[in-house]
Protein backbone atom coordinates (compact mmCIF):
# COMPACT_ATOMS: atom_id res chain seq x y z
CA UNK A 1 0.00 0.00 0.00
CA UNK A 2 0.85 3.99 -0.54
CA UNK A 3 1.80 5.77 2.53
CA UNK A 4 -1.72 7.44 2.39
CA UNK A 5 -2.97 3.81 3.37
CA UNK A 6 -2.31 1.82 6.60
CA UNK A 7 -1.57 -1.53 6.89
CA UNK A 8 -2.47 -3.58 10.07
CA UNK A 9 0.65 -4.69 12.60
CA UNK A 10 0.31 -8.63 12.77
CA UNK A 11 -0.91 -9.56 15.64
CA UNK A 12 -2.50 -6.12 16.65
CA UNK A 13 -5.71 -5.90 18.63
CA UNK A 14 -7.03 -3.00 17.05
CA UNK A 15 -6.65 -4.07 13.75
CA UNK A 16 -10.08 -3.30 12.28
CA UNK A 17 -9.32 0.87 13.06
CA UNK A 18 -6.50 1.91 9.99
CA UNK A 19 -8.55 -0.27 7.78
CA UNK A 20 -12.26 1.52 8.59
CA UNK A 21 -9.66 4.68 8.10
CA UNK A 22 -8.40 3.30 4.43
CA UNK A 23 -12.03 2.91 3.54
CA UNK A 24 -12.71 6.43 4.55
CA UNK A 25 -9.98 7.62 2.97
CA UNK A 26 -11.29 5.24 -0.28
CA UNK A 27 -14.42 7.74 0.04
CA UNK A 28 -12.46 10.98 -1.49
CA UNK A 29 -9.59 8.53 -3.21
CA UNK A 30 -11.95 6.88 -5.63
CA UNK A 31 -14.40 8.82 -7.53
CA UNK A 32 -17.57 7.36 -8.04
CA UNK A 33 -19.12 7.09 -11.70
CA UNK A 34 -23.39 6.71 -11.85
CA UNK A 35 -26.20 8.72 -13.81
CA UNK A 36 -26.60 12.37 -12.68
CA UNK A 37 -30.49 11.25 -11.16
CA UNK A 38 -28.66 9.01 -8.47
CA UNK A 39 -26.35 11.44 -7.27
CA UNK A 40 -28.54 11.63 -3.94
CA UNK A 41 -27.74 8.85 -3.10
CA UNK A 42 -23.80 9.29 -2.51
CA UNK A 43 -22.86 10.48 1.09
CA UNK A 44 -21.11 13.86 -0.02
CA UNK A 45 -17.62 13.43 2.05
CA UNK A 46 -15.08 15.81 2.48
CA UNK A 47 -13.51 16.00 -0.70
CA UNK A 48 -15.49 13.01 -2.59
CA UNK A 49 -15.84 12.95 -6.33
CA UNK A 50 -18.91 12.19 -8.62
CA UNK A 51 -18.87 12.01 -11.88
CA UNK A 52 -22.35 12.02 -14.47
CA UNK A 53 -21.50 9.65 -17.04
CA UNK A 54 -24.50 10.41 -18.67
CA UNK A 55 -24.75 13.96 -18.61
CA UNK A 56 -20.87 14.74 -18.07
CA UNK A 57 -21.11 16.74 -15.26
CA UNK A 58 -18.94 16.85 -12.00
CA UNK A 59 -19.46 17.43 -8.43
CA UNK A 60 -17.22 17.67 -5.20
CA UNK A 61 -18.33 16.83 -2.13
CA UNK A 62 -18.21 19.79 1.09
CA UNK A 63 -18.90 17.65 4.00
CA UNK A 64 -22.71 18.03 3.86
CA UNK A 65 -23.65 18.45 0.07
CA UNK A 66 -22.88 18.28 -3.57
CA UNK A 67 -21.50 21.31 -5.30
CA UNK A 68 -21.04 21.28 -9.06
CA UNK A 69 -17.36 21.58 -10.00
CA UNK A 70 -18.29 21.03 -14.13
CA UNK A 71 -15.61 23.39 -15.90
CA UNK A 72 -17.28 25.92 -17.67
CA UNK A 73 -15.86 29.23 -19.73
CA UNK A 74 -16.11 32.34 -18.16
CA UNK A 75 -18.98 34.36 -19.99
CA UNK A 76 -18.02 37.96 -21.45
CA UNK A 77 -19.48 40.00 -24.42
CA UNK A 78 -16.21 41.43 -26.15
CA UNK A 79 -13.22 39.46 -26.19
CA UNK A 80 -10.25 40.08 -23.75
CA UNK A 81 -7.98 42.89 -24.80
CA UNK A 82 -4.83 40.96 -24.21
CA UNK A 83 -5.66 36.94 -22.91
CA UNK A 84 -3.50 34.97 -21.59
CA UNK A 85 -2.06 32.28 -23.29
CA UNK A 86 -4.39 28.59 -22.81
CA UNK A 87 -6.98 31.42 -21.09
CA UNK A 88 -10.49 30.74 -23.07
CA UNK A 89 -13.92 32.22 -22.53
CA UNK A 90 -17.18 32.45 -24.03
CA UNK A 91 -18.40 35.27 -26.01
CA UNK A 92 -22.07 35.90 -26.27
CA UNK A 93 -22.30 38.52 -29.09
CA UNK A 94 -20.98 35.64 -31.52
CA UNK A 95 -21.73 32.59 -29.87
CA UNK A 96 -17.96 31.61 -29.50
CA UNK A 97 -15.98 29.52 -26.88
CA UNK A 98 -12.23 30.41 -27.59
CA UNK A 99 -9.07 29.70 -26.45
CA UNK A 100 -5.73 32.31 -26.59
CA UNK A 101 -2.97 30.13 -28.18
CA UNK A 102 0.76 31.54 -28.78
CA UNK A 103 -0.49 32.70 -32.32
CA UNK A 104 -3.67 34.51 -30.59
CA UNK A 105 -7.15 33.37 -30.07
CA UNK A 106 -9.21 30.50 -32.26
CA UNK A 107 -12.40 29.26 -31.44
CA UNK A 108 -12.89 25.84 -30.55
CA UNK A 109 -17.10 26.47 -31.10
CA UNK A 110 -18.40 28.55 -33.23
CA UNK A 111 -22.37 28.78 -33.59
CA UNK A 112 -21.58 31.35 -36.54
CA UNK A 113 -18.97 29.05 -37.98
CA UNK A 114 -18.10 25.92 -38.96
CA UNK A 115 -15.21 25.07 -36.78
CA UNK A 116 -14.06 21.45 -36.25
CA UNK A 117 -11.96 22.37 -32.99
CA UNK A 118 -8.66 21.71 -34.65
CA UNK A 119 -7.52 25.25 -33.73
CA UNK A 120 -7.36 27.11 -36.88
CA UNK A 121 -5.13 24.66 -39.18
CA UNK A 122 -5.05 24.21 -42.91
CA UNK A 123 -8.41 22.66 -43.86
CA UNK A 124 -10.88 24.29 -40.93
CA UNK A 125 -13.19 27.07 -41.02
CA UNK A 126 -11.67 28.71 -37.59
CA UNK A 127 -11.12 32.07 -39.50
CA UNK A 128 -13.85 32.18 -41.78
CA UNK A 129 -16.48 31.77 -39.20
CA UNK A 130 -19.09 34.56 -40.14
CA UNK A 131 -22.47 33.86 -42.11
CA UNK A 132 -23.29 31.13 -44.58
CA UNK A 133 -24.49 32.65 -47.92
CA UNK A 134 -25.92 30.04 -50.25
CA UNK A 135 -25.71 30.95 -53.88
CA UNK A 136 -29.34 29.45 -54.51
CA UNK A 137 -31.06 32.22 -52.17
CA UNK A 138 -29.04 34.92 -53.39
CA UNK A 139 -29.79 33.50 -57.31
CA UNK A 140 -26.10 33.26 -58.20
CA UNK A 141 -22.53 33.50 -56.78
CA UNK A 142 -22.03 37.54 -57.48
CA UNK A 143 -25.07 38.41 -55.58
CA UNK A 144 -23.80 36.02 -52.76
CA UNK A 145 -20.58 37.50 -52.55
CA UNK A 146 -21.79 40.94 -53.10
CA UNK A 147 -24.02 40.51 -50.04
CA UNK A 148 -20.77 38.94 -48.44
CA UNK A 149 -18.89 40.55 -45.42
CA UNK A 150 -15.52 39.56 -44.23
CA UNK A 151 -14.85 36.15 -42.87
CA UNK A 152 -18.16 34.85 -44.86
CA UNK A 153 -18.98 31.85 -46.40
CA UNK A 154 -20.01 31.18 -50.07
CA UNK A 155 -21.59 27.85 -50.81
CA UNK A 156 -22.30 26.61 -54.30
CA UNK A 157 -25.21 24.78 -53.75
CA UNK A 158 -26.82 25.52 -57.20
CA UNK A 159 -25.62 24.72 -60.77
CA UNK A 160 -24.91 27.67 -62.43
CA UNK A 161 -24.06 29.49 -65.96
CA UNK A 162 -21.98 32.50 -65.50
CA UNK A 163 -21.22 34.83 -68.86
CA UNK A 164 -19.45 38.01 -67.34
CA UNK A 165 -16.47 37.77 -64.57
CA UNK A 166 -17.20 36.83 -60.91
CA UNK A 167 -15.08 39.40 -59.39
CA UNK A 168 -14.53 38.12 -55.74
CA UNK A 169 -13.55 40.50 -52.18
CA UNK A 170 -10.76 39.70 -49.42
CA UNK A 171 -11.52 37.78 -46.33
CA UNK A 172 -13.79 35.19 -47.98
CA UNK A 173 -14.37 31.68 -48.01
CA UNK A 174 -15.91 29.95 -51.72
CA UNK A 175 -16.73 26.34 -50.78
CA UNK A 176 -18.82 23.83 -53.10
CA UNK A 177 -21.60 22.13 -51.89
CA UNK A 178 -23.03 20.05 -54.78
CA UNK A 179 -23.17 23.04 -57.36
CA UNK A 180 -21.11 23.66 -60.72
CA UNK A 181 -20.59 27.02 -61.85
CA UNK A 182 -20.27 26.56 -66.19
CA UNK A 183 -19.10 29.23 -68.38
CA UNK A 184 -21.97 30.15 -70.58
CA UNK A 185 -21.48 29.40 -74.02
CA UNK A 186 -19.15 31.77 -76.48
CA UNK A 187 -17.74 33.08 -73.40
CA UNK A 188 -13.77 34.09 -73.14
CA UNK A 189 -13.47 36.36 -69.65
CA UNK A 190 -12.06 34.96 -66.50
CA UNK A 191 -14.44 32.74 -64.36
CA UNK A 192 -13.82 33.52 -60.92
CA UNK A 193 -11.08 36.43 -60.62
CA UNK A 194 -9.38 37.15 -57.19
CA UNK A 195 -8.25 40.49 -58.08
CA UNK A 196 -5.82 42.65 -55.15
CA UNK A 197 -7.92 40.73 -52.78
CA UNK A 198 -6.28 39.45 -50.04
CA UNK A 199 -7.08 35.79 -47.48
CA UNK A 200 -9.19 34.57 -50.03
CA UNK A 201 -10.16 30.19 -49.96
CA UNK A 202 -11.83 28.80 -52.86
CA UNK A 203 -12.30 25.10 -51.51
CA UNK A 204 -13.95 21.97 -53.29
CA UNK A 205 -16.10 23.83 -55.81
CA UNK A 206 -16.58 22.32 -59.36
CA UNK A 207 -15.82 24.11 -62.49
CA UNK A 208 -16.39 24.03 -66.28
CA UNK A 209 -14.95 26.40 -68.65
CA UNK A 210 -16.87 24.84 -71.64
CA UNK A 211 -13.67 24.38 -74.07
CA UNK A 212 -14.69 21.66 -76.27
CA UNK A 213 -11.34 20.32 -76.20
CA UNK A 214 -8.99 20.36 -79.52
CA UNK A 215 -10.89 17.73 -81.26
CA UNK A 216 -14.30 19.30 -80.56
CA UNK A 217 -15.04 23.21 -82.42
CA UNK A 218 -13.39 25.35 -79.95
CA UNK A 219 -15.75 26.47 -78.00
CA UNK A 220 -14.98 29.25 -75.11
CA UNK A 221 -11.23 29.92 -75.89
CA UNK A 222 -9.81 32.49 -73.69
CA UNK A 223 -11.34 31.28 -70.36
CA UNK A 224 -9.90 31.20 -67.56
CA UNK A 225 -11.30 29.55 -64.45
CA UNK A 226 -9.86 31.28 -61.22
CA UNK A 227 -7.96 34.15 -61.58
CA UNK A 228 -6.72 36.30 -64.39
CA UNK A 229 -4.08 38.66 -65.65
CA UNK A 230 -2.99 41.91 -64.05
CA UNK A 231 -4.78 40.21 -61.06
CA UNK A 232 -2.00 41.76 -58.23
CA UNK A 233 -1.59 42.52 -55.46
CA UNK A 234 -2.70 39.69 -53.92
CA UNK A 235 -1.96 37.99 -50.25
CA UNK A 236 -3.04 34.55 -48.69
CA UNK A 237 -4.64 32.66 -51.41
CA UNK A 238 -5.86 29.16 -50.70
CA UNK A 239 -7.00 26.86 -54.02
CA UNK A 240 -7.81 23.66 -52.51
CA UNK A 241 -10.09 20.02 -53.40
CA UNK A 242 -11.57 21.68 -56.34
CA UNK A 243 -12.58 20.17 -60.13
CA UNK A 244 -11.33 22.59 -62.40
CA UNK A 245 -11.99 21.61 -66.05
CA UNK A 246 -12.32 22.50 -69.72
CA UNK A 247 -10.33 25.76 -69.69
CA UNK A 248 -9.98 27.55 -72.64
CA UNK A 249 -6.74 29.11 -71.77
CA UNK A 250 -5.29 28.53 -68.02
CA UNK A 251 -7.16 26.39 -65.51
CA UNK A 252 -5.43 28.45 -62.70
CA UNK A 253 -3.76 31.79 -63.85
CA UNK A 254 -2.23 34.53 -61.28
CA UNK A 255 0.09 36.50 -63.83
CA UNK A 256 0.31 40.33 -63.10
CA UNK A 257 2.20 42.49 -65.43
CA UNK A 258 1.93 45.84 -63.32
CA UNK A 259 5.15 45.12 -61.06
CA UNK A 260 2.41 44.08 -58.11
CA UNK A 261 3.25 41.64 -55.54
CA UNK A 262 1.52 37.99 -55.57
CA UNK A 263 2.49 36.45 -52.11
CA UNK A 264 1.70 33.21 -50.22
CA UNK A 265 -0.27 30.88 -52.70
CA UNK A 266 -1.14 27.74 -51.62
CA UNK A 267 -3.06 25.47 -54.77
CA UNK A 268 -3.47 22.24 -53.24
CA UNK A 269 -5.38 18.55 -54.26
CA UNK A 270 -7.23 19.97 -56.94
CA UNK A 271 -7.78 17.70 -60.17
CA UNK A 272 -7.44 19.66 -63.12
CA UNK A 273 -8.06 18.50 -66.54
CA UNK A 274 -8.29 19.24 -70.35
CA UNK A 275 -6.74 22.50 -70.01
CA UNK A 276 -5.92 24.41 -73.63
CA UNK A 277 -2.78 25.92 -71.72
CA UNK A 278 -1.51 25.98 -68.63
CA UNK A 279 -3.15 23.42 -65.77
CA UNK A 280 -1.57 26.12 -63.10
CA UNK A 281 0.86 29.55 -64.39
CA UNK A 282 2.17 31.96 -61.64
CA UNK A 283 4.31 34.38 -62.94
CA UNK A 284 5.26 38.25 -63.05
CA UNK A 285 6.84 40.20 -65.70
CA UNK A 286 7.74 44.16 -65.16
CA UNK A 287 6.56 46.02 -68.09
CA UNK A 288 6.39 49.77 -66.97
CA UNK A 289 10.19 49.03 -64.97
CA UNK A 290 8.71 48.81 -61.10
CA UNK A 291 9.53 45.56 -60.49
CA UNK A 292 7.14 42.92 -59.54
CA UNK A 293 7.43 39.82 -57.43
CA UNK A 294 5.72 36.44 -57.26
CA UNK A 295 6.63 34.60 -53.60
CA UNK A 296 5.64 31.72 -51.42
CA UNK A 297 4.21 29.64 -53.45
CA UNK A 298 3.37 25.93 -52.92
CA UNK A 299 1.54 23.74 -55.06
CA UNK A 300 1.23 20.27 -54.03
CA UNK A 301 -0.54 16.92 -54.36
CA UNK A 302 -2.47 17.98 -57.83
CA UNK A 303 -3.81 15.81 -60.43
CA UNK A 304 -3.30 17.76 -63.50
CA UNK A 305 -4.58 15.64 -67.11
CA UNK A 306 -4.49 16.74 -70.43
CA UNK A 307 -2.37 20.14 -70.76
CA UNK A 308 -2.23 21.25 -74.90
CA UNK A 309 -0.15 23.67 -75.54
CA UNK A 310 1.44 24.81 -72.69
CA UNK A 311 3.02 23.41 -68.77
CA UNK A 312 1.11 21.91 -66.75
CA UNK A 313 2.55 23.52 -64.24
CA UNK A 314 4.75 27.08 -64.34
CA UNK A 315 5.86 29.18 -62.58
CA UNK A 316 8.08 32.76 -63.88
CA UNK A 317 9.78 35.97 -63.34
CA UNK A 318 10.62 38.18 -66.39
CA UNK A 319 11.57 41.73 -67.23
CA UNK A 320 12.68 42.66 -64.06
CA UNK A 321 10.07 40.78 -62.42
CA UNK A 322 11.00 37.68 -60.06
CA UNK A 323 9.58 34.41 -58.90
CA UNK A 324 11.01 32.87 -55.45
CA UNK A 325 10.70 30.35 -52.35
CA UNK A 326 8.40 28.19 -54.65
CA UNK A 327 7.37 24.55 -53.99
CA UNK A 328 6.06 22.17 -56.71
CA UNK A 329 5.41 18.78 -54.58
CA UNK A 330 3.79 15.43 -54.80
CA UNK A 331 1.89 16.43 -58.09
CA UNK A 332 0.50 13.72 -60.65
CA UNK A 333 0.91 14.92 -64.33
CA UNK A 334 -0.81 12.78 -66.84
CA UNK A 335 -0.28 13.67 -70.59
CA UNK A 336 -1.58 10.83 -71.84
CA UNK A 337 -4.78 12.46 -74.11
CA UNK A 338 -3.65 11.66 -76.94
CA UNK A 339 -2.80 14.98 -78.18
CA UNK A 340 0.76 16.01 -78.61
CA UNK A 341 1.87 18.39 -75.59
CA UNK A 342 4.19 21.77 -77.05
CA UNK A 343 5.59 23.07 -73.74
CA UNK A 344 7.33 21.28 -70.19
CA UNK A 345 5.31 19.73 -68.02
CA UNK A 346 6.51 21.35 -64.97
CA UNK A 347 8.75 24.24 -65.93
CA UNK A 348 10.65 27.30 -63.95
CA UNK A 349 11.40 30.08 -66.28
CA UNK A 350 13.98 32.79 -66.13
CA UNK A 351 13.88 35.04 -63.04
CA UNK A 352 13.12 32.52 -60.59
CA UNK A 353 14.99 31.69 -57.47
CA UNK A 354 14.81 29.37 -54.40
CA UNK A 355 12.93 26.65 -55.83
CA UNK A 356 12.26 23.04 -55.38
CA UNK A 357 10.70 20.51 -57.84
CA UNK A 358 9.94 17.27 -55.35
CA UNK A 359 8.10 13.92 -55.84
CA UNK A 360 6.36 14.43 -58.59
CA UNK A 361 5.14 12.42 -60.92
CA UNK A 362 4.95 12.96 -64.43
CA UNK A 363 3.44 10.82 -67.22
CA UNK A 364 3.73 11.56 -71.28
CA UNK A 365 2.63 10.28 -74.04
CA UNK A 366 4.79 7.78 -75.89
CA UNK A 367 3.35 8.14 -79.77
CA UNK A 368 3.65 12.23 -78.79
CA UNK A 369 6.01 13.77 -81.66
CA UNK A 370 6.54 16.65 -80.32
CA UNK A 371 6.58 16.56 -76.17
CA UNK A 372 8.58 18.43 -74.73
CA UNK A 373 11.00 18.93 -71.68
CA UNK A 374 9.44 17.31 -68.51
CA UNK A 375 11.16 19.77 -65.73
CA UNK A 376 12.76 22.95 -67.39
CA UNK A 377 14.38 25.33 -65.15
CA UNK A 378 16.24 28.91 -65.61
CA UNK A 379 17.77 30.50 -62.62
CA UNK A 380 19.82 29.84 -59.19
CA UNK A 381 19.35 27.79 -56.34
CA UNK A 382 17.20 25.27 -57.34
CA UNK A 383 16.43 21.51 -56.22
CA UNK A 384 14.74 18.88 -59.03
CA UNK A 385 14.84 15.64 -56.56
CA UNK A 386 12.94 12.74 -56.53
CA UNK A 387 10.90 13.07 -59.32
CA UNK A 388 9.30 9.96 -61.90
CA UNK A 389 9.62 10.45 -65.35
CA UNK A 390 8.02 8.65 -68.20
CA UNK A 391 8.12 8.90 -71.63
CA UNK A 392 9.31 12.16 -72.12
CA UNK A 393 11.44 13.67 -74.65
CA UNK A 394 14.01 15.64 -72.97
CA UNK A 395 12.88 14.52 -69.47
CA UNK A 396 14.87 16.88 -67.25
CA UNK A 397 16.40 20.25 -68.36
CA UNK A 398 18.48 22.96 -66.81
CA UNK A 399 19.75 25.75 -68.46
CA UNK A 400 20.53 29.67 -68.31
CA UNK A 401 21.51 30.38 -64.79
CA UNK A 402 22.78 33.45 -65.30
CA UNK A 403 19.14 36.05 -65.85
CA UNK A 404 20.14 38.72 -63.79
CA UNK A 405 23.08 40.06 -61.28
CA UNK A 406 25.84 38.69 -62.85
CA UNK A 407 28.13 39.56 -60.21
CA UNK A 408 25.21 37.99 -57.28
CA UNK A 409 25.72 35.17 -55.29
CA UNK A 410 26.90 31.85 -57.19
CA UNK A 411 23.68 29.90 -58.88
CA UNK A 412 23.31 26.40 -58.14
CA UNK A 413 21.33 23.45 -59.56
CA UNK A 414 20.57 20.12 -57.67
CA UNK A 415 19.30 17.61 -59.74
CA UNK A 416 18.92 14.28 -57.50
CA UNK A 417 17.49 10.73 -56.98
CA UNK A 418 15.26 11.24 -60.37
CA UNK A 419 14.06 8.28 -61.92
CA UNK A 420 13.51 8.94 -65.82
CA UNK A 421 11.97 6.02 -68.12
CA UNK A 422 11.54 5.45 -71.80
CA UNK A 423 12.99 9.03 -72.56
CA UNK A 424 15.20 10.60 -75.24
CA UNK A 425 17.49 12.42 -73.12
CA UNK A 426 17.51 11.62 -68.88
CA UNK A 427 19.18 14.80 -68.55
CA UNK A 428 20.30 18.13 -70.90
CA UNK A 429 22.05 21.20 -69.76
CA UNK A 430 23.10 24.39 -71.37
CA UNK A 431 23.92 27.80 -71.47
CA UNK A 432 25.08 27.14 -67.31
CA UNK A 433 27.47 30.37 -66.28
CA UNK A 434 27.02 28.71 -62.34
CA UNK A 435 27.37 25.31 -60.72
CA UNK A 436 25.64 21.53 -61.16
CA UNK A 437 25.37 19.05 -59.00
CA UNK A 438 23.89 15.62 -61.00
CA UNK A 439 23.88 12.26 -58.62
CA UNK A 440 21.79 9.15 -57.85
CA UNK A 441 19.39 9.37 -61.15
CA UNK A 442 18.12 6.22 -62.52
CA UNK A 443 17.90 6.61 -66.28
CA UNK A 444 16.30 3.93 -67.76
CA UNK A 445 15.67 3.42 -71.31
CA UNK A 446 16.76 6.66 -72.54
CA UNK A 447 18.66 7.37 -75.90
CA UNK A 448 21.36 9.68 -73.95
CA UNK A 449 20.92 9.23 -69.85
CA UNK A 450 22.90 12.65 -69.44
CA UNK A 451 23.72 15.28 -72.60
CA UNK A 452 25.74 18.61 -73.16
CA UNK A 453 24.11 20.82 -74.86
CA UNK A 454 27.15 23.15 -74.84
CA UNK A 455 27.77 26.84 -74.06
CA UNK A 456 28.24 26.12 -70.60
CA UNK A 457 30.94 27.94 -68.84
CA UNK A 458 30.95 27.04 -64.91
CA UNK A 459 33.29 25.94 -63.62
CA UNK A 460 32.20 23.75 -60.79
CA UNK A 461 30.10 20.35 -62.37
CA UNK A 462 29.60 17.24 -60.38
CA UNK A 463 28.37 14.41 -61.42
CA UNK A 464 27.96 10.84 -60.08
CA UNK A 465 26.26 7.39 -59.50
CA UNK A 466 23.51 7.56 -62.72
CA UNK A 467 23.11 5.08 -64.70
CA UNK A 468 20.14 2.63 -65.85
CA UNK A 469 19.84 0.81 -62.37
CA UNK A 470 20.01 3.44 -59.69
CA UNK A 471 18.35 2.10 -56.49
CA UNK A 472 18.88 4.96 -54.56
CA UNK A 473 16.74 6.69 -57.23
CA UNK A 474 12.73 7.73 -56.57
CA UNK A 475 10.57 4.65 -57.71
CA UNK A 476 6.99 5.39 -58.66
CA UNK A 477 4.48 7.64 -56.46
CA UNK A 478 5.80 8.13 -52.73
CA UNK A 479 3.49 6.74 -50.04
CA UNK A 480 3.98 9.94 -47.75
CA UNK A 481 5.82 13.16 -49.15
CA UNK A 482 7.10 14.90 -45.80
CA UNK A 483 7.27 18.88 -45.39
CA UNK A 484 11.42 18.55 -45.87
CA UNK A 485 13.88 16.83 -47.60
CA UNK A 486 18.12 16.95 -47.24
CA UNK A 487 20.03 15.73 -49.75
CA UNK A 488 24.28 14.77 -49.47
CA UNK A 489 26.87 14.35 -51.37
CA UNK A 490 29.49 11.18 -51.69
CA UNK A 491 31.17 12.04 -48.45
CA UNK A 492 28.00 12.56 -46.77
CA UNK A 493 27.94 16.51 -46.57
CA UNK A 494 24.70 18.42 -46.78
CA UNK A 495 24.45 20.01 -50.14
CA UNK A 496 20.80 20.70 -50.43
CA UNK A 497 17.85 20.70 -48.28
CA UNK A 498 13.99 22.59 -48.77
CA UNK A 499 10.73 22.72 -46.46
CA UNK A 500 7.12 23.99 -47.31
CA UNK A 501 4.28 24.48 -45.18
CA UNK A 502 1.11 25.85 -46.17
CA UNK A 503 0.46 27.64 -42.81
CA UNK A 504 -3.57 27.28 -41.75
CA UNK A 505 -6.67 29.44 -43.28
CA UNK A 506 -5.26 32.02 -40.79
CA UNK A 507 -3.79 35.32 -42.71
CA UNK A 508 -1.15 34.76 -39.96
CA UNK A 509 0.17 31.66 -40.63
CA UNK A 510 0.79 32.06 -44.20
CA UNK A 511 2.76 30.09 -46.52
CA UNK A 512 6.41 29.62 -46.12
CA UNK A 513 8.67 27.78 -48.68
CA UNK A 514 12.42 27.66 -47.85
CA UNK A 515 15.17 26.05 -50.25
CA UNK A 516 19.08 26.09 -49.85
CA UNK A 517 21.60 24.28 -52.05
CA UNK A 518 25.52 24.84 -52.27
CA UNK A 519 27.99 22.19 -53.64
Given amino acids: MTKRYQTPKKGSKDWHIPLNNNFIK ?31 RRYIGTGSEWTD ?26 GALRINTSKG ?17 EGDNTYYDG ?25 VDADETVSSVVALKSDIKIEGAGGVITAADGSSKDMLRPGEVSNVWIDGIH ?26 PVDNIRITNCTIENSGLNAVNFVDKNGDEMTDIYIANNTIRNSRNHGILLGVRDENGSGGLVENLLIRGNQVDDSYDAQ ?109 VDGSDGFFYSD ?44 GIPDNVGTSVTYTDEDGNTIG ?18 VSASI
Avoid at 499 to 513: E, Q
Fill in 26 to 56: LDTDVEIRDIESNLKQYSPEQGAKFFAIDTG
Fill in 69 to 94: ATLSAPTVSADPSSPAEGQFWYNTSD
Fill in 105 to 121: PVDIVSVGGESDGSGGR
Fill in 131 to 155: KKLATSEYGGIQAAVDAASAKDVIS
Fill in 207 to 232: LDGGWEGPNGDGGNVGTRCIGGVNVG
Fill in 312 to 420: AIGCFGQDGGVARNCAIVDNMIDQRGGVDPSGANIALEEEVENCIVYANTILGDPNASRGGPNITKDGRNCILGNNYVKDCARSIVVKNHSYYEPDGPPRYSLVIKNEV
Fill in 432 to 475: LDGDLHVSDNCFTNCNKGITDGGSNTGTNYTFYNNGPSVSSAKV
Fill in 497 to 514: SGTWSAGSVDPSNPVSVS
